[in-house]
């Protein structure tokens, strides 16, 4: 009796020390290892994507010691690449492989204008990854571009900027923004409107595919009585809406619609994340992130 109960106490004493030792294993916090996802539209346009890859090393001089990843929210654009033999992944990929490779921290960077759709299906996705079993220990999305009055007024500061010089007081200037279905979000650039309009008068932003559209923008601009306008990109890369719908020679590009109410165009192809003093604003909404992990 004594034997097989000395037995029967041994073997729950080896229970109870594995189910102690599996508890702490389990329970036992990771060694921590942080990465930042770096989320994008996307491009096909290669002097757009040397932006990018600025953008790249601006992010690792803040950041020294960081993994970087790249996601790009366009599924058009990442099969357009690939039929090229350019491999980009999602968003959602990039997390899977920072997942599979033990990454505890991830900040993922919104390179978005606006808080719109994809910002809002990117931050959602993001948000279920971190809800994962055995995923991160932490994820969090920073804001794009424009997040407030503030990034609003900083990222005008700095396009005026980068206006060329040679350009004269009365000469019109009108940036070409992407626009969006998403009404609040899209509402930001009636708000960047009202700022650049109080820093300079002959200053208009206009979208693609939101409001102010460019129709909107013709009347303003006659009463301006301007004769020459500077065309501009106000997305972070020149890509296919700058170089088609902006500067193109087709008959319904922002160009040849002004060239044709007679009014002589300058074409400045360079996207916002060209500019540092924009691309500051984008830091130190990662940096805000950043914060949270400590």
Not at 96 to 119: C, K, N, Q, W
Not at 122 to 128: A, G, T
Not at 184 to 200: G, K, W
Not at 269 to 277: C, Q, R, S, V
């Amino acid at each position: 009796m004594r034997r097989g109960f000395a037995v029967s106490a041994a073997v729950i004493g080896l229970v109870l020390l594995c189910s102690a030792y599996g508890f702490a294993a389990h329970g036992e916090k990771r060694p921590e290892k942080r990465a930042i996802l770096l989320a994008a539209f996307g491009t096909t346009v290669p002097e757009a994507q040397k932006t990018l890859d600025q953008v790249t090393q601006r992010v690792r001089q803040a950041f020294p010691g960081v993994d970087i990843r790249w996601g790009y929210t366009s599924s058009l654009v990442r099969k357009k690449l690939a039929k090229q033999g350019k491999v980009y992944d999602s968003p959602e990929t990039a997390l899977s492989r920072l997942m599979d490779e033990g990454y505890t921290h991830v900040a993922v960077l919104s390179l978005h204008t606006i808080p719109g759709e994809e910002f809002h299906d990117l931050n959602r996705n993001c948000k279920l990854f971190g809800q994962m079993a055995g995923g991160f220990d932490r994820i969090l999305v920073a804001w794009p571009l424009l997040s407030s009055h503030d990034d609003t007024t900083r990222a005008a500061t700095a396009v005026l900027k980068h206006i060329p010089r040679e350009r004269k007081p009365q000469d019109a200037v009108i940036l070409m923004g992407h626009g969006s279905e998403h009404h609040p979000a899209d509402a930001m650039y009636s708000a960047m409107n009202i700022v650049l309009q109080e820093m300079d008068p002959n200053v208009f932003i206009a979208t693609v595919e939101g409001y102010p559209s460019l129709e909107d923008i013709l009347p303003k601009l006659e009463k301006k009585g301007a004769r020459k306008v500077y065309l501009m990109p106000f997305m972070a890369v020149a890509g296919d809406h700058a170089r088609n719908d902006m500067a193109g020679d087709d008959p319904d590009s922002w160009k040849s619609v002004l060239k044709k109410k007679g009014y002589t165009c300058e074409v400045v192809l360079k996207g916002t994340a060209e500019y540092p003093d924009v691309v500051d604003i984008w830091l130190d909404h990662l940096r805000s992130a950043f914060a949270h992990f400590n």
